[in-house]
């Protein structure tokens, strides 16, 4: 498998990083996320799910080593940074074909800048080959991405139609310094208050969205208790 990128224009790259309170910051008005709105399916979703047992969470455990940051950032792949489909434009993964990616406007900067305040780390439901060469293209020196996770560490639903990315199975890390940003909730369904949502993204010019999403990381940094800030920002528990 292969992979092709395409890149943003210069023009969305160079798009002034607008007021947060429009995108991402937007459910910090919704009294209660779970009620109705774009997250109404996951929150369906979840209610099915059955909580992970101890055993499929220590086999899939890891260690990240040393702390060099306060807080660990994951960060999903597919539909958050990069969007990637087959020649005929297919939105399929795990292929041992050639995939058109699309790097998402503002992923190469959002991974340099917040390299320097977060430890980063890739957390895909993608096959091991796709997670790194897809990391490859957005850190291409490979000085800002720590680590890469991938299908592998999620753990299945029980009727096997849905991936979800328990933080528990990193050993050296406490869930109060660990937050994970995806376009898709059931992703860390069990970890809510560490979640960060974000639009999907097709490969839509003019997408913003990694733009607000940086500003409101950088600024959460700032925070005594990012997770707990995050929690009450999102309102997903």
């Known amino acids: 498998m ?10 969305d790259l160079r798009c002034c990083i607008k007021d947060t309170h429009t995108t991402t910051k937007s459910t910090r008005t919704n009294d209660n ?5 774009p997250y109404f399916e996951d929150f369906q979703i979840i209610k099915g799910l059955v909580p992970p047992t101890l055993e499929q969470i220590s086999s899939r455990q890891v260690f990240l080593g040393e702390r060099t940051q306060k807080y660990t950032l994951f960060l999903d792949l597919d539909e958050t940074l990069v969007s ?30 917040l390299s320097s305040i977060y430890e980063l ?61 995806d376009n898709s909730l059931v992703s860390f369904a069990f970890q809510m208050a560490n979640g960060i949502a974000v639009s999907s993204f097709y490969g839509k010019d ?31 528990c």
């Open 2 to 11: 292969s992979l092709r990128t395409k890149s943003a224009s210069d023009s």
């Open 33 to 37: 996320a779970a009620a109705s709105g």
């Open 84 to 113: 990637s489909r087959t020649a005929s434009g297919q939105f399929r993964l795990n292929l041992s074909c050639e995939l058109v990616t699309l790097v998402r406007p503002y992923a190469r900067e959002l991974i340099e800048k």
């Open 121 to 181: 780390v890739i957390f895909t439901a993608a096959d091991q080959g796709y997670a790194m060469k897809a990391a490859e293209l957005l850190d291409p020196h490979g000085k800002h991405i720590r680590r890469v996770l991938w299908k592998d560490h999620c753990i299945p639903s029980s009727d096997g139609l849905y991936s979800v990315k328990d933080l528990r199975i990193v050993a050296d890390r406490t869930l109060s310094e660990m937050l994970i940003v």
């Open 206 to 236: 003019g997408d913003t969205e990694l733009g607000f999403l940086l500003t409101y990381l950088l600024e959460l940094h700032e925070e005594f208790d990012a997770v707990e800030t995050n929690k009450a920002n999102f309102n997903f």
